[in-house]
């Protein structure tokens, strides 16, 4: 069994938090596709709260990889939208009782995402990254959330992805106002291939239809499924 298939089974029910069960086959081909590209790099996640994707995304992380885990945690004055009230203590017993039993190794940086400066998102990639596998899920606000997917973008890996939460979920709408303002105000360098369960995920222009053909080719034929356009691009919606 893969590593990750006995964390979906046995850790993910007793960690609190937001993962949709129906991410776990995306999160493997994707894994599998990088993989088969020769792609490397590391992961990271921008609002961890108890770490029950992070854990998930380290069972991804190569033997040594490195996992790095972005959040306010208890200095909740600068989580101004209360989407989740991060516990680094919480997070690291997580870690201890269903992290992977390869070594990989582990940096959580306490801070407000949006206040990390152009030095420390430098030291970031050099030190931690790049990455393959980078996910977004901190303050929702459309400022917040532009920030972080840039911030995402900068520190990616040829061939990563960045997988973003809460998209098209009403009670996030600033989510949505920042993808939208994403595509239409930067220039962006990843485009979104597969949106499942309110996550939407993306990577560069260069990759974007290995990802693409490989959801489309493992995934399409669901009942589930359809090839969409959004913000412009071609991705494959898995809804409801
Ligand atoms: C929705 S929770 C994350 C859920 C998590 N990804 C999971 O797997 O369950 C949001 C997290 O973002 C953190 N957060 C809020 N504002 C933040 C900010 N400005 N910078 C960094 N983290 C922030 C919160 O402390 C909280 O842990």
């Not at 360098?189 to 995920?201: D, G, Q, W």
């Amino acid at each position: 069994m893969h590593d990750i298939d006995a964390y979906w089974q046995d850790g993910l029910p007793n960690i609190e938090g937001w993962v949709n069960e129906r991410w776990l086959p995306h999160l493997k081909l994707i894994d599998q596709v990088q993989n088969d590209l020769g792609i490397a790099g590391h992961v990271a996640e921008i609002g961890v709260f108890h770490g029950k994707l992070l854990i998930a995304l380290a069972h991804l992380a190569q033997p040594g990889g490195k996992v790095t885990a972005i959040d306010v945690f208890d200095d909740q004055l600068r989580n101004i939208d209360g989407a989740g009230v991060g516990s680094l203590e919480q997070l690291q017993a997580n870690i201890q009782s269903y992290g992977p039993d390869h070594k990989v190794s582990y940096a959580f940086i306490k801070n407000d995402s949006t206040a990390l400066t152009c030095a420390e998102k430098v030291d970031l990639v050099r030190n931690r990254g790049p990455f393959r596998l980078f996910s977004v899920d901190g303050c929702h606000t459309a400022e917040h959330t532009l920030s972080d997917l840039l911030t995402a973008q900068d520190c990616l890996a040829p061939g990563g992805v960045v997988l973003l939460d809460d998209v098209f979920q009403p009670h996030w709408p600033g989510v949505t106002e920042a993808v939208a303002l994403f595509h239409g105000r930067c220039v962006p360098r990843i485009k979104p291939f597969l949106y499942c369960a309110h996550k939407m995920f993306f990577a560069g222009h260069g990759w974007h239809a290995d990802f693409l053909r490989a959801c489309t080719d493992r995934f399409g034929r669901q009942a589930d499924a359809k090839m969409t356009e959004m913000f412009g691009h071609r991705v494959l919606s898995i809804f409801p």
